[in-house]
């Protein structure tokens, strides 16, 4: 079994497919530590190998835990609790059925709640945080068999949001929600990268969400898209009369590639869960034959950043589909990309050429060193272990963590062994 774009091959063949949070538990306490690892299984968007193991993959793919809200002392919905396996398509369509929202989407919908926030996923927006931020409780299976809930203002909910699935299978997450609003998404082509490195921060700040599209060569950026909210954002920046040209008609963000997947565009309003994602859920997201990474830096260093991988802009265009450059609000989960930092995420959507990738990663690696880059854990990156634990400053305190709690390592796999710092 593979992951959804084929770049990795699962260890094992033994794949467990449980329907309730009761046949997790059972699993768990079933599979002994000497018979080998546990590893929970999303929706296998992971290009990395954080969820492989030579145990028992628990699939959470036919988890049945129905959406139910939770109600404010006046009445008004404050929280849902979701299934881990649950897409965030499945969670955006309950939520706006009942007049609700989240505050932000990743750029795919196809994506399982549980995964996206453990490995610390995020959309886009100078005033959004990661999808971990909008977690209230997570209940997880521990090593025992027994079902824990940690919650929000749990000593240990900080290192559990974004626990890499060390800890635990989760089983059903609690997230914040708020009312329902419309989003209307425009995209600009070619906008010059003098106007757009001297604008940054307005055009990152110039719509609820926004991403910009390159492959680090040439004098213009490849795509602007613009996901405002008429309720809340302000003026809009002016990209025309910065040089780029509005899109007349619908467009992929992949040079080349139908738009018929992409959510729609040219200004025309529509419910949150349609518009904050970048791709719709019912084709096959992204490009498919693709490997990705990225790499998440202060916001307050992106110009240079930017610059300095326009520099070797030769060494990455050829190895592109494209890249994604986004805002990331600070949030407080100790290993997401954006602790404790307004954050730009540095996307890269690649062709699927491992070997090559493999070889130009250690020089944007070394080109981003100086603007202290994290690594996304669900993507392919090269930084060493003693890179890591420079980059995630609770690295440590996370690793411990995991030895409380797991203390006979029935959850850990190599990728695990291979960055957390030991003893």
Excluded: C
Aim: aromatic share 6%; charged share 15%.
């Amino acid at each position: 079994m593979k992951n959804w774009a084929g770049n990795v091959e699962y260890s094992t063949h033994d794949v467990r497919h449980p329907t309730t949070p009761a046949e997790v538990a059972e699993i768990v306490a079933a599979v002994d530590a000497a018979d080998g690892q546990l590893k929970a299984l999303g929706s296998r968007h992971s290009f990395s190998l954080i969820a492989d193991t030579a145990g028992t993959l628990v699939a959470l793919d036919e988890l049945v835990v129905e959406p139910t809200l939770q109600l404010g002392d006046d009445g008004v919905a404050v929280s849902v609790r979701v299934g881990a396996g649950s897409t965030y398509a499945q969670v955006g369509a309950f939520l706006a059925a009942n007049d609700l929202a989240l505050p932000n989407l990743a750029s795919l919908p196809h994506i399982s709640v549980a995964g996206a926030v453990q490995t610390g996923t995020h959309g886009s927006g100078v005033r959004n945080g990661s999808l971990a931020s909008s977690v209230l409780a997570l209940e997880i299976v521990r090593a025992s068999g027994q079902l824990e809930i940690v919650r929000e203002h749990d000593p240990d909910f900080a290192a559990s949001v974004v626990g890499l699935g060390a800890l635990g299978i989760v089983t059903a997450v609690t997230l914040r929600v708020q009312p329902h609003f419309e989003v209307a998404q425009h995209v600009h082509e070619g906008l010059p990268w003098a106007a757009a490195l001297s604008n940054w921060s307005a055009i990152m700040s110039g719509g609820y969400s926004v991403s910009v599209f390159t492959t680090f060569q040439g004098e213009n950026t490849h795509q602007i898209w613009s996901k405002r909210r008429p309720d809340v954002d302000g003026p809009e920046v002016d990209l025309v009369a910065l040089g780029a040209t509005e899109a007349s008609v619908t467009v992929h963000p992949l040079p080349g590639v139908a738009a018929d997947s992409v959510t729609a565009q040219l200004r025309e309003p529509g419910p949150w869960n349609e518009r904050l994602a970048h791709f719709r859920s019912e084709f096959q997201p992204s490009h498919g034959e693709e490997i990705q990474s990225e790499y998440l830096i202060p916001a307050e260093h992106a110009v240079a950043a930017i610059t300095a991988l326009r520099a070797i802009g030769d060494r990455i265009a050829p190895l592109l589909h494209v890249s994604e450059l986004r805002s990331v609000a600070a949030d407080t989960a100790w290993l997401s990309p954006s602790y404790a930092r307004d954050s730009l995420a540095i996307h890269f959507t690649w062709k699927p050429l491992p070997e090559a990738i493999l070889a130009v990663l250690p020089l944007i690696e070394h080109t981003l060193e100086p603007f202290a880059p994290r690594p996304h854990w669900g993507k392919v990156a090269t930084m060493s272990p003693a890179g890591l634990a420079r980059a995630y400053p609770r690295l440590g305190d996370f690793a411990a963590h995991v030895r409380r709690v797991d203390p006979a390592g029935r959850f850990m796999n190599p990728y695990l062994k291979r960055v957390l710092p030991h003893d």
